[in-house]
């Protein structure tokens, strides 16, 4: 199985354009995140959604919004980049109930971007 | 709030020394999981061990094993035999369920193993 697949791998970006980045997952998998990941910082929380038709906000959720319209699809929309949204970007996944060998969260490859 | 503090932003020793990397977290949670993930240059996110709050049995998945001290919220991993291969960034990171799962990390070790 493929897992997560996020989309694109890197992009150039103008500052004030708009964006979304792609994620995909075919786990059937109840829980979805999206991090950026900064150096020094670590994976910092922006949106995550528990299950589809709902979501939330993490730590860091200004400037970017998300849908969860079906269990497997998670974009993340960036409405005007600025520069400070430089950052990798992680999709990620886990299922919600169950054992613990469910807890597991599955990640994708990252997204490069870059704001100019 | 809940939060993951990783106090060692480097760690460098030689192949085959034994090395520890700490993380301490904060949560009002009494149900939660924790985990240690691998990044290596790829990028590419692996999970390493992970540890049940209510067991008080440490993880161990061969040469990596945790310290999980639940009253004192540490949660420390220790790679023995260290190899090459073990050079990466490592996160510390605990899920909840508070009405809604999520998953902190922490800001990251980047350990180097040296030959």
């Known amino acids: 199985t493929a897992g997560i697949t996020q989309a694109p791998t890197s992009q150039i970006l103008a500052a004030g354009r708009s964006m979304t980045l792609r994620c995909t997952q075919d786990?059937?998998?109840?829980?979805m995140y999206w991090y950026r990941q900064d150096l020094g910082l670590g994976l910092r929380l922006i949106h995550y959604?528990?299950?589809?038709?709902?979501?939330g906000k993490g730590e860091v959720p200004d400037g970017y919004s998300v849908s969860r319209a079906n269990t497997d699809d998670f974009p993340l929309t960036l409405a005007s980049a600025v520069p400070s949204q430089t950052s990798v970007y992680f999709c990620?996944?886990?299922?919600?109930?169950?054992?613990?060998?469910?807890?597991?969260?599955?990640f994708g490859q990252g997204t490069r971007l870059t704001v100019v | 709030a809940q939060t993951v503090t990783q106090s060692q932003p480097e760690m460098s020793v030689q192949e085959a020394e034994t090395v520890t990397l700490s993380c301490t977290y904060d949560?009002?949670?009494?149900?939660?999981?924790l985990f240690w993930y691998k990044q290596p240059p790829s990028r590419q996110m692996i999970l390493v061990i992970r540890?049940?709050?209510?067991?008080?049995q440490n993880a161990t998945e061969n040469r990596f094993s945790v310290n999980f001290q639940k009253a004192a919220k540490s949660f420390s991993l220790k790679i023995s035999d260290s190899q090459l291969g073990d050079t990466a960034m490592y996160f510390c990171?605990?899920?909840?369920?508070?009405?809604?799962?999520?998953?902190?990390f922490g800001q990251g070790t980047r350990l180097t193993i040296n030959p």
């Open positions: 949560t009002s949670e009494s149900n939660y999981y």
């Open positions: 786990m059937r998998h109840n829980a």
């Open positions: 959604s528990n299950t589809a038709g709902t979501t």
């Open positions: 990620a996944s886990s299922d919600r109930q169950g054992a613990i060998r469910n807890t597991e969260a599955f």
């Open positions: 540890q049940e709050a209510y067991k008080q």
């Open positions: 990171a605990f899920m909840i369920w508070q009405g809604a799962q999520k998953l902190v």
